[in-house]
């Protein structure tokens, strides 16, 4: 089961800031990595960025200039920080897993969090 | 970076009907392919992954095929609860960026 947590409102030129409790699986597990993925009407499914349990990250080059990743094994969480953002960033949010078992598909996702950048 | 093309944009069956959709990758992915649902107001779902594995959970209705460039996702016999946005994605290899399809929609004929 995988929770998105944050604020549903940020403001032009702020940092978004989103969180991901990860709860029913082994968070530190071998076996996966860790994504977020946000959808907007504009442009779809987009990737963001992944990282895995022992804090190694990979994010999508469009975005990576502005994107942070962590994660808090003490938590079972881990968290997304996107500075800058502009209007173009409104959209739902979806925290989600990658089973190395699987290719590269995601094979279960947060239900998502509305995040709109607005004045 | 890889671009997914879909087609159709939008198919309109009848239940019971063969609905048969198209991705094709600007480049070549092996089989490094998966295939989502997604209905409003729900996150994806996976369906298919590796091109032409079910995942768990997924009825035999569905089925994924294809390798390289061009892949198909098939649904036998549309079901009531098939109506969605499909959508395919994909992995290239390295470094590991994940790029989506523009999705394709079923809807009542």
């Known amino acids: 089961h995988l929770q998105e947590s944050g604020p549903g409102l940020v403001k032009p030129s702020e940092t978004l800031s989103l969180n991901c409790n990860v709860s029913g699986v082994s968070f530190s597990s071998d076996s996966y990595y860790w994504a977020w993925i946000r959808q907007s009407p504009g442009k779809g499914l987009e990737w963001i960025g992944t990282i895995y349990y022992g804090g190694s990250t990979h994010y999508n080059p469009s975005l990576e200039s502005r994107v942070t990743m962590f994660v808090d094994k003490s938590r079972n969480q881990f968290s997304l920080s996107l500075s800058s953002v502009a209007a173009a960033d409104t959209g739902v949010y979806f925290c989600a897993r990658r089973e190395t078992n699987f290719g590269g598909s995601f094979d279960h996702w947060g239900q998502g969090t509305l995040v709109s950048v607005s004045s | 970076e890889v671009v997914l093309t879909q087609s159709p944009a939008t198919l309109s069956l009848s239940p019971g009907e063969r609905a048969t959709l198209s991705c094709r990758a600007s480049?070549?992915?092996?089989?490094?392919l998966a295939w989502y649902q997604q209905k409003p107001g729900q996150p994806p779902r996976l369906l298919i992954y590796n091109a032409s594995n079910r995942a768990t959970g997924i009825p035999a209705r569905f089925s994924g095929s294809g390798s390289g460039t061009d892949f198909t996702l098939t649904i036998s016999s549309l079901e009531p609860e098939d109506y969605a946005i499909y959508y395919c994605q994909q992995r290239s290899n390295w470094p590991p960026v994940f790029t989506f399809g523009p999705g394709t929609r079923v809807d009542l004929k």
């Open positions: 480049q070549s992915v092996s089989t490094d």
